[in-house]
């Protein structure tokens, strides 16, 4: 659930995310090591965020954290709604549960976000990872890429291979936010250094209430996020129709099938002759 609150008649905005079913769902596709679902629990937690934040049907964003860390690349996608889907290169890395996160992404590499609002160019933003910690990396690049200086805590509870509490708080003051105002934010952010255990004690309504509810707050609708996957046989269909009658046949030819894989959710199309056949006809 992501709960959001205007504050300072529209200078700032804070979000509060509780991703715990979305990471537990990502979980149950991937495998995910207790320390790699960390490290995808909390990008998973940005990107239901980012694309929660979306206003038009045909928005969607891609996301890709590249660091030198054991888990190789990571690849988000989020859609209008907070509809969002994820993997790691290395999903099962370092089954050491102590691991901390900046280890699982790595301190050095970058993060790449392309924005797609429909328009001819997508928006494409790029900036290097601060310490690979994922909150920082992504505070930097709001400060750097969006202009929008922002304080950004996730956190992510693995506990017996299920995610016990994860989520997140966002804090973005509006360029015509005061310096007076920003102190406060800033002052509050402070509070959120453990934000799966200030989520399991307060919950998401009870962190707004708790930590904004003295300023007049304007609450906007909450925004359910959902793990979700766009693929479907039709695609693959057409990506196979891409390649061309003869490439797929000798494939067909030399495995006995096609079989194509969906990163994101794991689901298996597989195509024997005949349907190579049919579908080229
Ligand atoms: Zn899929």
């Known amino acids: 659930m992501i709960k959001r609150a205007i504050l300072f008649g529209g200078k700032a905005i804070v979000s509060v995310l509780d991703t715990t079913t979305l990471v537990n769902t990502a979980m149950d596709i991937h495998e995910f090591s207790p320390s790699v679902a960390r490290a995808m629990g909390k990008a998973l937690t940005m990107t239901a965020f980012m694309s929660g934040n979306f206003k038009g049907l045909n928005n969607k964003l891609t996301i890709i954290i590249e660091g030198n860390g054991l888990s190789g690349k990571m690849v988000l996608c989020g859609d209008y709604g907070a509809k969002v889907r994820g993997y790691a290169e290395n999903p099962q890395a370092s089954m050491d549960k102590d691991v901390p996160v900046s280890q699982v992404v790595g301190k050095e590499g970058y993060l790449n976000i392309i924005k797609d609002f429909g328009l001819k160019e997508p928006y494409n933003g790029m900036s290097h990872l601060v310490n690979g910690n994922i909150d920082e990396d992504f505070a930097y690049y709001f400060t750097v890429s969006e202009q929008l200086p922002s304080a950004v805590a996730l956190g992510v509870d693995i506990e017996d291979g299920k995610c016990k509490k994860a989520g997140g708080v966002i804090i ?34 009870g962190i707004i209430d708790y930590y904004f509810g003295h300023f007049e707050i304007k609450q906007l609708p909450d925004i359910y996020e959902e793990y979700k996957c766009n693929c479907s046989r039709e695609r693959i269909e057409n990506m196979l129709l891409t390649l061309g009658k003869k490439e797929a046949l000798d494939i067909v030819e030399k495995e006995g099938k096609i079989e194509v894989g969906c990163e994101f959710c794991n689901t298996k199309y597989v195509f024997t002759k005949e349907d190579i056949e049919r579908l080229f006809r």
Request: one cysteine or more; proline letters at 6%; glycine letters at 2%.
């Open 172 to 205: 973005q003051p509006m360029p015509n936010c005061s310096e007076e105002e920003i102190v406060i934010l800033q002052d509050i952010a402070r509070n959120f250094t453990d934000v799966s255990k200030t989520l399991e004690e307060k919950g998401a309504q």
